[in-house]
C-alpha cells in the first residue's frame, strides 16, 4: 500500500514560535488531510484539502496540497499550550480506496510556556 | 450533531478470547470505517462498511471481522486474541464514505 514519510517526528518549541511539518508520499493522492490526536482521543479532523496547489487555513493553522499531489504541508503559527498533540497527515486516492485513509507516523508536538 | 460513539471504551482481555467492540456513528453518516492504531505500526485500516456491506478490507487475518446493521451501527470483533491485537481501536464514519473521517475516541484493548 502507499506509504506516507512525515517529519519531523517530534518537535519541541516555545510558545509564540511557529511550527512547520510536512508528509510525503510514494503516489497520487486525491485528498490530504490533517488530524490531531489528544491523548486518549481519537483524531479530530482540522483541514481537509482537494486540489493541487490549494492553500486552506483553519485560524493559526494552514495547510497545502503539493502540486506534484504528493506531498502536503502544515503550518501553526504563534504556538500555544493547547496546541500540544499528535498530528497526523493522511492522504486518499479515492477511487479505488473509498472509505480509506493512509496515515502518516504522525508528528508530536511539545510546546514550552 | 452528536458525535461517533465507541463502546467500551477500556477492555481488558486474555490471550484466546474474543472481543466485540461497538460503534454508532454520527447521525445520518452511512459509512463507517475501523482503524487499528499501535506505537509501533500507527494507524491501520480494517475495514469499511456501508449499507450493511463491506466494501473495503485491509491487510488483517480473517480473526479481524466486522458489520453494519441496518441504522448503521457496526461491531467489530476480534477472536482468538492474541498479544499483539493489544490496540486503540478506531472507528470513524461519513456520510457516503468520502475521505473526510470523523473519529470516535477509539476502544483500548489490552490482551494479557
Known amino acids: 500500500g502507499q506509504q506516507l514519510n512525515q517529519s519531523p517526528q517530534s518537535m519541541f518549541i516555545q510558545e509564540g514560535e511557529d511550527v512547520s511539518m510536512n508528509c510525503t508520499s510514494s503516489s497520487i493522492f486525491n485528498t490530504w488531510l490533517w488530524y490531531k490526536q489528544d491523548p486518549g482521543e481519537g483524531p479530530v479532523l482540522l483541514i481537509a484539502?482537494?486540489?493541487?496547489?490549494e492553500l486552506t487555513s483553519n485560524g493559526r493553522l494552514t495547510a497545502q496540497f503539493g502540486i506534484t499531489r504528493k506531498d502536503s504541508f502544515l503550518n501553526i503559527s504563534a504556538s500555544i499550550p493547547s496546541d500540544v498533540g499528535i498530528y497526523f497527515c493522511?492522504?486518499?486516492?479515492?477511487?479505488?480506496?473509498?472509505?480509506?485513509?493512509?496515515f502518516g507516523r504522525g508528528t508530536q508536538l511539545t510546546v514550552w510556556p | 450533531k452528536a458525535g461517533v460513539t465507541q463502546t467500551p471504551r477500556y477492555l481488558i482481555k486474555t490471550r484466546g478470547q474474543q472481543v466485540t467492540l461497538s460503534c454508532s456513528p454520527i447521525?445520518?453518516?452511512?459509512?463507517v470505517s475501523w482503524y487499528q492504531q499501535t506505537p509501533g505500526q500507527g494507524l491501520q485500516f480494517l475495514f469499511e462498511?456501508?449499507?450493511?456491506?463491506?466494501?473495503n478490507k485491509g491487510n488483517f487475518p480473517g480473526r479481524f471481522s466486522g458489520r453494519q446493521f441496518s441504522n448503521s451501527r457496526s461491531e467489530m470483533n476480534v477472536s482468538t486474541l492474541e498479544l499483539g491485537d493489544s490496540a486503540l481501536y478506531l472507528c470513524?464514519?461519513?456520510?457516503?464514505?468520502?475521505?473526510?473521517?470523523?473519529f470516535g475516541s477509539g476502544t483500548q484493548l489490552s490482551v494479557l
Open positions: 484539502l482537494y486540489k493541487a496547489g
Open positions: 470513524a464514519s461519513t456520510p457516503t464514505g468520502n475521505e473526510k473521517l470523523f
Open positions: 447521525s445520518g453518516h452511512r459509512s
Open positions: 493522511a492522504g486518499s486516492d479515492r477511487g479505488s480506496t473509498l472509505g480509506r485513509l493512509y
Open positions: 462498511y456501508f449499507s450493511e456491506t463491506q466494501r
